[in-house]
């Protein structure tokens, strides 16, 4: 058995999805179901014996050790984040609790379970940190990629509490020998991605008849992925990732957020027109700008490439395509997400 924590949330739930697909293992599922955590996520898979629910805290560690002792998993993937970045410039306070405290005390728990395994199995144990490449900070254009050994510089509440959860994670392996692997990911886009995140609130609010607010000049990149691919790198890293290394993920995708809402808007305008026949980009509002705003993000995947041989099945055009047509069929899961509190946020954030 696996334990993923954070499996109800966008990339989590994707993970879950896939990983039962496509092989015999057990998964056991931990999640506190915050705001961005959903069981509607997770309903292909709720019948399935092969996959153990639990709500809780990651940050809970009775909860946490009593799970390890009874469920005895090989290895654990941690996806438990608060992962919103202008939510944590709002709020800082819930990204410090998990991401920090939270990924400490679920460390101690693995660790005490770890230590008690047979000689074959602590050597076989893997602890899988998903993390982001915001935690290197923000590029120039003419800057190369983030690799590994890029500078840790992280910009806003939310990857500064990433890269602390990092540098505990390395620790464990430095200071106690765990079996530690790291990832950093650049942005994912597809389907269960929560509409407070640019792609799917643009697909939102362009159906919805309202804005699309683009932060400050549009001109901000960032690398998109598929989430599928993301997931199958996970598996990848998890399968043959060695022991105290950090792996980037990223598909090669630059693109500018004008970019991205254009082409969105694009492919809107044939599968969904519009009623008046106009194109959704005269919806296109500029707003206020995300303070600390990131420049540039953009991801050397070479390592997890050339050394496990991993490489993304989507380029952006089928992604995106793929991405728009599922929000198009799944309305509902759109509406029942943005329900009281995600207007609430909406207008805390964006004002009327
Ligand atoms: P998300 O916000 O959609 O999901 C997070 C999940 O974690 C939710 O289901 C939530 O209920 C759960 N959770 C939060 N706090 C918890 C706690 N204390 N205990 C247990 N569960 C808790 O996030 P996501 O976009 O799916 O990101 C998942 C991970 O991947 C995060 O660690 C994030 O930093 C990282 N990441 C995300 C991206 C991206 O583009 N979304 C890119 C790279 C890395
Ligand atoms: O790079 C990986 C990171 O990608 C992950 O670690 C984070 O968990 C994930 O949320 C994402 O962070 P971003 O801040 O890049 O994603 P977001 O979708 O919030 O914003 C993408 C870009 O679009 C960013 O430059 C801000 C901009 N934006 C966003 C929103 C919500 C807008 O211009 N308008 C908006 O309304």
Known sequence: MILVTGGAGFIGANFVLTWLARNDERLLNLDNLTYAGNMENLAAVMGMDRHVFVRGDIGDTNLVSDLLERYRPRAVVN??????????ILGPADFIQTNVVGTFRLLEAVRAYWKG?????????????VSTDE???????????????????PNSPYSASKASSDHLVRAYH????????TTHCSNNYGPFHFPEKLIPL???NALAGKALPIYGDGRQVRDWLYVEDHCSALRRVLAAGCPGESYNVGGCNEKTNLEVVKALCGILDELAPRADGRS???????????PGHDRRYAIDASKLMNELGWA??????SGIRKTVVWYL?????????????????MERHYGT
């Not at 996806?79 to 944590?88: G, K, L, M, N, T």
């Not at 935690?135 to 510089?153: I, K």
């Open 329 to 345: 069929e799944n309305q509902k899961w759109v509406g029942n997400v943005t329900d009281g509190g995600y207007r609430q946020w």
């Open 79 to 88: 996806f438990a984040a608060e992962s919103h970045v202008d939510r944590s």
């Open 135 to 153: 935690v290197f900070g923000s590029l120039e254009p003419e800057d190369p990629p983030f690799t590994e050994s890029s500078r840790v510089m």
């Open 280 to 290: 959704y980009g005269e919806q296109i509002t500029y707003v206020r700008d995300r």
């Open 312 to 317: 993304p099945a989507e380029t952006f055009e």
């Open 174 to 181: 430095h200071t106690y020998g765990l079996p530690v692997l």
């Open 202 to 204: 643009v697909i939102h």
């Open 117 to 129: 395994l047979g000689d074959g199995e602590m050597g076989a144990f893997r602890f899988l940190h």
